[in-house]
């Protein structure tokens, strides 16, 4: 059984107590006879032998009233025991579950709530009116469980009234991974149109930053150009991200250096993402003046960024295309210590009806290549680390002096983030990103601070 909207199915559920006599013993369960054999319906192998279980399921009182996961084989047993006091109960206490079967543990998340939900549903009904321990609403029970069996492998959702005053009711909602860090060199792609998700409630922050949200400009620069403040940005950034409107890549630059991953072999073997790839970088609305001023690159030998599209494929009854084995020669081509530059280079002939930030772009995105990071480290701290001794670091008059020499405007993050690198590695992108210059000024800013080394890793 495959995964139902997105969630994965549940193979059965069932309500089990503490009897005063008998012990742990399963009251309702569905499908019929999937934990317990029945009279009524003959099962080959229950799933799961409830037997070896049952400690766990309808545990002590130390492991009740909190969310109990059991991997079984393969199968994930999942249920929120519940032990209530009372000196109406044979022995003051009365113990509950309602256990739900899944094919495995991957992608249960969303039950979770749902499955804590429904406990604490069912003991408040209990402390009103004694539903559960009330003999008599044993068919009302499974009835209740065989519609919301039935209701959440076909909706998601389920709505099941109870009495005048009670009704089930949940819906499975994806649990998101927590957005990712963000620093001021990530560049934020969109995967929707963000403009048409404006709204008159929106943030101002938000709605300053969409306009400049492209695939080419940094989160640093959007929000300088936005003139926003650079925490709010990456804040709303982190919101569209969370939300799948965006990811996030690296600012492309000649300067970079890139390698392939094994993944890389998929662009020939898997035919919908050539033609996907192919869609993503060829231009096909360039007027001829853009195309003629697209067509010859100019290369920046100081490794600044690639700032205009690569393209001519514009031309009528221009068809000309890579083949899957002419990319894969190419993304293979990108290797350790080949800046992008020199690799451009070396392919320019190829490159003369694509676009060269998409086809990188792309290639980071499908994980066939990744990006090679460069990483300032001072060499006196390397040293001093493993010697357990001390090592003389600029002062801020030092570094406002270096800063002035190299033409750099002075700012408090770009002050900081230069006195960051004598104590620990520093990206060389994010320093270029909080001083807001370019790859080369940066360099040369450090090394007449210090013995410093590039490290690419």
């Known amino acids: 059984m495959g995964n139902v909207n997105g969630f994965p199915p549940i193979l059965g559920v069932f309500y089990a107590i503490f009897h005063p006599t008998q012990g742990s013993k399963v009251v309702c369960q569905i499908p019929d006879g999937s934990v317990i054999p029945t009279s009524t319906v003959e099962v080959e192998e229950p799933l799961l032998p409830f037997d070896l279980l049952k400690n766990y399921l309808i545990p002590k009182s130390s492991l009740c009233n909190r969310l109990v996961g059991i991997k079984y084989k393969e199968k994930y047993i999942m249920g929120y025991p519940v032990n209530i006091i009372g000196q109406d109960y044979e022995r003051n206490s009365f113990t509950f579950n309602f256990v739900f079967i899944f094919p495995s543990a991957e992608g249960v998340g969303p039950y979770e709530v749902a499955i804590q939900r429904l406990a604490k549903m069912f003991t408040a009904l209990e402390h009103q009116s004694r539903f559960l321990s009330n003999p008599h609403n044993v068919y009302r029970i499974d009835s209740i469980l065989e519609q919301m069996f039935q209701d959440l492998n076909n909706y998601s959702e389920c709505q099941i009234p109870i009495d005048e005053a009670n009704r089930v009711n949940i819906k499975l909602f994806p649990v998101l991974e927590p957005p ?229 405007q002075e700012t408090l993050d770009g002050i900081d983030a230069v006195r960051k690198c004598f104590r620990v590695p520093c990206s060389v992108d994010a320093l270029c990103s909080d001083l807001r210059a370019p790859r080369a000024k940066v360099v040369k800013l450090l090394r007449g601070l210090g013995e410093f080394t590039i490290i690419n890793r």
């Not at 003369?352 to 001072?378: M, P």
Request: aromatic residues 10%; contains cysteine.
């Open 180 to 408: 990712p860090n963000i620093e001021g060199h990530h560049v934020p792609i969109p995967t929707v149109q963000l403009s048409d998700l404006r709204d008159e409630s929106w943030d101002p922050t938000m709605d300053r930053i969409i306009p400049y949200i492209n695939g080419i400009n940094s989160v640093r620069r959007i929000s300088d150009m936005a003139e926003a403040d650079f925490s709010f940005t990456k804040e709303c950034i982190q919101y569209l991200i969370h939300y799948d409107c965006v990811i996030l890549i690296g600012i492309v630059q000649f300067s970079n250096i890139y390698a392939c991953s094994p993944n890389v072999r998929n662009i020939a073997t898997d035919a919908s993402m050539y033609r996907e790839l192919c869609g993503f970088i060829y231009q096909k609305t360039l007027s001829n003046n853009r195309r003629s001023s697209n067509s010859q690159s100019s290369v920046p030998s100081d490794g600044d960024h690639v700032s205009t599209p690569l393209s001519a494929s514009s031309i009528p009854g221009y068809t000309l295309q890579l083949s899957p084995a002419e990319v894969l020669k190419l993304y293979c081509s990108l290797r350790q210590g080949v800046n992008l530059c020199t690799w451009y280079t070396e392919h320019a002939e190829l490159f003369r009806n694509i676009d060269l930030r998409r086809f990188l772009t792309f290639g980071v995105i499908k994980e066939l290549i990744h990006r090679v990071h460069a990483f300032q480290i001072y060499e006196p701290w390397i040293l001093a680390a493993r010697l357990g001794k001390s090592y003389h670091v600029p002062g801020d008059f030092v570094i406002r002096r270096a800063l002035e020499e190299n033409d750099i």
